[in-house]
């Protein structure tokens, strides 16, 4: 404006070097102005500056300035890194500053090493006398004085000093502002003559808050502005609730008389204008889909879509083509702050509410949140929904809500979070999100914190927010101080770490233990300590704790339906303690079955196969109902047990598709250790359908997520599964390995414990030591004679018997053995273990009588859908046509031979007639791995590289190694292309010009 101004004067109208010392009025319009040299000049309208000592001001108001109780003392000191060496260390090389009570310094140093030093204090106007700012002797003696008790190398900044000077600080009276409108015909005439020589632009930003005098000029102007090419823009927003009402109304009724007004409503982008935005930024086929997110993420907003756009480059920067994904980052968050510093106050405070209550149920509450009226808070939460900050009554993005939080002190945010508590229970919300609250608000030293933290980790283990529940539940384990309640939370923690961290949880079993038999945890919440003390081989204390509960039992009535659940679990998996017991229980009284105890009625039909033989009838009446069911840690050994019968029965298509459904519900549990469970059972599956790569690929998996030393007694079946895969496969090394891992001895005691015996002989047989793997087939014979399920069918420990003494060449024996096995097992079901028994039969007979039972035996094997086994028989007929001269049908043999073979070794399922898809098959493999894994593995079979997969992931080239590593593992493959076989993803095709070139 001062530039504006001496531009439009003739040259030399102004005189520089002459300091005015007053003015006065002449009349008729003209003022005479005197100068420190004694010279005088008479003038039209004088113009000079607004300051409180102002020669001009006089003429337009007569109040003089008044002393406002602050006093600035300015000293220099100089070479003072020599001079004054110790308050040069004291304020160093940069910016100094200190404050006290009424009083402080400001200091700072120069290149020259000298100091300079703004002293400033509240004073009375008459404490150093005069005043006078050259007695700086005076100076130096008064002020000092002010500074009694500071440091002396921070007095010495004003006693050192070479130079001082004193100044009192002076201002007009408050309410004498005076009009300046004098000035408003000169200031406008020289606008108006700019504008006579071209177009002039003024921009008004935030016109909302225009002071009285610029108002009163803007006025002015326009009224004279004529047909003058001038062009005024207002920046205006209405939803400033905090102006005052009366600012710009004399604007407004100007403006809205004005031939060319033209008013333009400016809101956030659409959706398409977003688009268009991103893809003049990323000049990719991609971008259209990231608009979509852009503006998901920012409403629009212009300031927080640059900012989302720069985060996400750079968080791209090095990759090839657009980022994967939108990406928030600092710059984002410097968008939301200065977004928010445009808010007034309330809206601010009530942006804080919305991100501590987070849901749109707790915001009918929100003006007693914030202690304001509800149409205040409605008139906040329309301006922050504009401004892209709100959507559907909740903050778009976390590190929205975060920004907004961070606006507040501690303090303020502690308050808040304390004040959303009493509200949210006092309107009944439910518990995790009070004990959520709880835990911002630093309340924990609040009686009831404990039952608060407790009901939110019950509630989010009810919605499978199993790593919450446990950081609640361990925070309640710290703060009950008392102990109160400490057994219960113990209880609740196994029952989180079942789901993810077994390990950690297992460590509270002595405890509980204790409690259990102490009387001080009883009913449902036993049911699970007393399954992991079995799981874990504690026989003895499940014993004590098992015999406690019965004896809690009120005489004439029977136990609950959970406790008669376990106990029958129990007597399957350690049949030789526990199933006399069980007996009794089903004689001695009927226990309290709800007609919601669907588990206890699948587990009664369980046990009772193991007793009267595994048909494909009786094993088929699974309780539909009990799929229906969410899965929870009561019904999960149920579900187990029903995929087992499935198995069992050999409906495998049933039992994958059940299991593949699990293994996802696991997923979306976050709870790995169940899906490790299902994932062995998956691995099982696939080695009766003789699919021995994906069998081994899948129990790896299933060890992967659950250490062997974390699966107790039920190690044995992954490692089964796994040994079997190895052995049959020829990779005796790795099964060597296996064999190596430790595994506890009680789990030996168990069914269990008898299917990795019979592993293990079979994988001795294969290496040439069938005398040693006798002694493991004959001890599971005498443990199920010591059981008394000699008559169980489930454990074909005869063929294995009949193995082991054909390559010792015993037939007659092996004859025995295979006879009494097919004997037992009938002709209905069990096709696998009947066709491999008949093959082995055959082997023992002379070579003409072999081929009619071996292509029985093939096609038994056949409809059993056991593709090794079915191999395996083929090649034992071709053998025995080959040696009896029969080269015609040998070819053909030998040609069914080798197709079966191939898909028994290949790492991709096959995919048999009637059978789901390949790719729906891989699915259960798929969910063997974490989510950044199969994130990675997606990427890999689609053919990018580990760079190219870095960048679209974020990741690091190492982490994408390491991942791949641990995926290459998990589904049995070495390299891209036998991923890509694996996952059913077609490789890239090359580019036409290759193509061509080829060509």
């Not at 009694?148 to 309410?175: F, K």
């Not at 700019?194 to 016109?207: F, H, K, N, S, Y």
């Not at 304390?418 to 709880?438: K, M, N, P, Q, Y």
Request: some cysteine.
């Amino acid at each position: 404006m001062r530039n504006l101004l001496l531009n439009s004067l003739p040259g030399g109208t102004v005189c520089w070097g002459r300091r005015a010392t007053g003015a006065r009025p002449l009349g008729d319009g003209r003022h005479e102005v005197a100068f420190t040299d004694g010279s005088v000049i008479a003038a039209g309208r004088p113009i000079g500056a607004g300051g409180a000592w102002s020669r001009v001001r006089p003429l337009v108001l007569d109040a003089r300035p008044v002393y406002t109780g602050i006093s600035s003392i300015k000293t220099d000191l100089y070479e003072a890194a020599i001079r004054r060496p110790v308050s040069a260390a004291v304020v160093g090389g940069g910016f100094f500053i200190v404050l006290g009570c009424d009083r402080g310094i400001l200091a700072h140093g120069e290149a020259d090493r000298s100091l300079h030093a703004c002293t400033a204090l509240k004073a009375d106007e008459g404490w150093i006398g005069t005043g006078d700012r050259s007695d700086q002797a005076a100076a130096k003696a008064s002020v000092p004085a002010r500074f009694d008790g500071w440091d002396e190398a921070l007095r010495g900044l004003v006693t050192d000093a070479e130079t001082i000077a004193v100044r009192r600080i002076h201002a007009r009276p408050v309410g004498t502002a005076g009009s300046m409108f004098p000035a408003s015909p000169c200031l406008a005439s020289v606008v108006l003559g700019l504008a006579g020589r071209g177009t002039v632009v003024i921009v008004v930003d935030d016109a909302q808050y225009l002071d009285a005098f610029s108002q009163d000029w803007l006025i002015y102007l326009l009224r004279r502005a004529g047909h003058a090419r001038l062009l005024i823009v207002f920046g205006w927003r209405d939803d400033d609730v905090e102006m005052c009402e009366g600012n710009g109304r004399l604007l407004c009724a100007e403006l809205y008389q004005q031939a060319y007004l033209r008013r333009l409503l400016l809101g956030p982008l659409s959706s398409g204008g977003v688009a268009r935005l991103v893809a003049g930024r990323f000049l990719e086929s991609g971008s259209a889909e990231l608009g979509v997110q852009a503006h998901r993420l920012t409403g629009g907003n212009l300031l927080l879509l640059h900012g989302l756009l720069e985060d996400s480059r750079a968080a791209a920067a090095g990759g090839d083509g657009p980022p994967a994904q939108l990406s928030t980052g600092p710059e984002f968050e410097r968008a939301v702050q200065l977004v928010l510093a445009r808010c007034d106050p309330v809206t601010l405070r009530v942006a804080g509410a919305v991100s501590v209550i987070g849901e749109p149920s707790g915001f009918a509450y929100l003006d007693r949140l914030v202690g304001v009226p509800s149409d205040r808070v409605a008139v906040a939460m329309q301006v922050l929904t504009r401004t892209g900050l709100v959507e559907a009554g909740r903050m778009r993005h976390p590190v929205m809500a975060h920004v907004v939080l961070n606006a507040f002190s501690a303090a303020d945010r502690s308050e808040l979070s304390r004040r959303a508590v009493d509200l949210l229970r006092a309107c009944g919300a439910d518990s995790l999100t009070i004990a959520e609250h709880f835990v911002a608000s630093g309340r924990l030293d609040d009686p009831s914190a404990v039952l608060n933290l407790v009901e939110g980790a019950k509630q989010a283990l009810k919605e499978g927010h199993a790593r919450r529940a446990t950081e609640l539940l361990r925070l309640a384990y710290q703060v009950d101080a008392g102990g109160r309640r400490r057994v219960e939370i113990l209880a609740l923690l196994l029952r989180a770490g079942w789901r993810e961290d077994l390990r950690a949880s297992v460590g509270h079993l002595p405890e509980l233990t204790e409690a259990m038999l102490g009387g001080r945890l009883r009913g449902r919440d036993t049911t699970l300590p007393v399954i992991m003390l079995l799981l874990q081989g504690r026989v003895e204390d499940a014993c004590s704790v098992l015999s406690r509960l019965a004896a809690d039992v009120p005489p004439g009535s029977g136990p609950s339906w959970e406790l008669e659940m376990v106990r029958m679990w129990l007597a399957d998996v350690y049949p030789g303690i526990f199933r006399r017991v069980a007996c009794e229980s089903r004689t001695n009284g009927t226990p309290v079955t709800p007609p919601g105890a669907i588990g206890y009625r699948l587990l009664e039909h369980f046990q009772s196969s193991h007793h009267q033989g595994a048909t494909a009838e009786r094993l088929g009446q699974a309780d539909e109902a009990l799929w229906q069911q969410p899965l929870t840690e009561i019904n999960l050994l149920p579900l187990i047990l029903a995929l087992r019968t499935m198995v069992y029965a050999e409906r495998l298509e049933e039992a994958e598709q059940r299991c593949r459904e699990l293994m996802q519900a696991s997923l979306d549990l976050q709870a790995p250790t169940w899906r490790a469970l299902f994932c062995s059972i998956a691995a099982d599956i696939a080695l009766r359908r003789g699919s021995l790569g994906v069998a081994a690929s899948r129990a790896s998996a299933a060890l992967e997520l659950l250490p062997v030393a974390d699966w107790g007694v039920l190690a044995a079946e992954p490692l089964s599964t796994l040994l079997t895969a190895q052995t049959l496969q020829g990779k005796h090394e790795e099964a060597a390995r296996t064999l190596a891992l430790r595994v506890p001895d009680v789990m030996f005691e168990t069914p269990f414990g008898l299917s990795y015996l019979l592993a293990r002989g079979r994988h001795y047989v294969e290496r040439g030591l069938a005398q040693v793997a006798l002694d493991d087939f004959q001890a599971v014979a005498d443990l199920l004679d010591q059981w008394g399920m000699a008559q169980s069918e489930t454990l074909s420990w005869r063929t294995e018997m009949a193995a082991a003494h054909l390559q010792l060449g015993n037939h007659e024996t092996a004859a025995r053995f295979a006879r009494e096995q097919l004997r037992r097992i009938g002709t209905d079901g069990h096709l696998r273990v009947r066709g491999r028994t008949m093959r082995l039969l055959a082997a023992t007979r002379d070579l003409h009588r072999r081929p009619p039972m071996l292509r029985e035996a093939v096609d038994v094997l056949h409809r059993s859908g056991d593709k090794f086994e079915l191999a395996s028989a083929l090649a034992a007929l071709h053998d025995a046509y080959t040696r009896l001269g029969d080269a015609g049908r040998a070819r053909s043999v030998a040609r069914k031979t080798n197709s079966i073979r191939q898909a028994c070794f290949a790492e991709q399922p096959v995919r048999r007639v009637g059978a789901p898809d390949v790719l729906e098959e891989t699915e259960v493999d798929m969910l063997a791995l974490s989510d950044a894994e199969r994130r990675v593995a997606k990427a890999a079979a689609r053919g990018l590289t580990n760079r190219e997969i870095a960048g679209k992931l974020y990741l690091t080239t190492s982490t994408v190694e390491q991942h791949l590593t641990r995926i290459y593992r998990k589904l049995g493959v070495s390299s891209r292309v036998q991923l890509q076989s694996r996952l059913g993803v077609q490789p890239p095709s090359p580019h036409p010009a290759l193509q061509d070139a080829s060509a």
